[in-house]
């Protein structure tokens, strides 16, 4: 919800028509602090439900700076692991699997940030990461974890959002660097097998080819991760709406004809690709 501090963009009732619209700075902020209102409250809660600790924006570190990314540093890893140390009940914990499923959350975010202007600035902050996840991991353990499996880092270069952008180099060498400095500190800190390790940028540039250049990286729709809501439906049931673009229908996308949803997020074929590789992983744990 907190992309609506960025865009300017409202469109209309009408999918194919977009006004150009500009919201106050006291009905932002006051949408803001709703907001962060009930991500508080959802994590208080000392038994969430669901099994799903992350949410939209979520990301390892929690000292993005911005008010956007200020809010979403109170669902950081950190605070989702506080969230289930928290729960009363844990059954059967040794036998759980738990996925660490590192997203390109961070990786965008040292682009977003004021803070990380200059390369050396991104990197370093990169290069931070791996510590805190490697620190959370170890939190789950003590709490009695025993099978752990780790999925690595897209490369956000590949994403609508960046690709064929100044951006993009960077952005590739960026992510490549996190899934190489992730696979390091994890095999130091967790020699055995309760610490399964998933890279997925080679898989995933594998997978991207199966697709034609029209629609490779192209996004079948605009929504809210680009800026693209409708103020009305957002506001009063919290609904967010979607615009096909770039030639996509809800037929070709049906029809798996596109491997991103929106600039950012894969479509279904793609996470039905990374679902059959997890489950070809977790295979490797030992059976006890």
């Not at 789950?140 to 690595?152: D, E």
Request: charge should be neutral.
């Amino acid at each position: 919800m907190m992309d609506l501090l960025a865009p300017t963009a409202i469109s209309t009732a009408k999918p194919d028509v977009i006004k150009a619209a500009v919201l106050t700075p006291a009905s932002t902020l006051e949408f803001a602090a709703k907001a962060e209102q009930k991500i508080s409250e959802k994590f208080s809660d000392p038994n969430p439900s669901g099994l799903n600790y992350a949410v939209a924006g979520a990301a390892i570190a929690n000292d993005y700076s911005g008010l956007r990314l200020s809010i979403y540093n109170r669902v950081a890893l950190d605070k989702q692991v506080d969230a289930y140390a928290a729960r009363a009940d844990k059954p059967l914990i040794d036998q759980t699997l738990f996925i660490f499923f590192i997203g390109g959350n961070d990786l965008l975010n040292v682009f977003a940030d004021k803070h990380f202007v200059t390369e050396d600035k991104k990197r370093i902050k990169i290069s931070s990461l791996p510590a805190l996840l490697v620190d959370n991991i170890k939190r789950v353990q003590a709490l009695g974890a025993k099978r752990i499996l780790v999925i690595g880092p897209p490369d956000i270069s590949t994403t609508p959002a960046l690709f064929n952008t100044s951006s993009a180099s960077l952005a590739q060498s960026l992510s490549q660097q996190l899934e190489r400095e992730m696979e390091v500190s994890l095999s130091k800190a967790f020699p055995g097998q309760e610490v399964l390790w998933l890279p997925m940028q080679s898989l995933f540039a594998q997978w991207l080819q199966a697709w034609t250049p029209a629609t490779r990286n192209r996004a079948c729709v605009t929504d809210i991760e680009a800026g693209y809501y409708e103020l009305g439906p957002l506001l009063a049931r919290e609904e967010l709406v979607v615009k096909f673009i770039n030639g996509c229908s809800q037929s070709l996308l049906d029809q798996q004809q596109y491997p991103f949803f929106d600039s950012v997020h894969p479509s279904e074929k793609i996470y039905q690709l990374f679902a059959e590789k997890m489950l070809e992983k977790i295979k490797q744990f030992k059976a006890d």
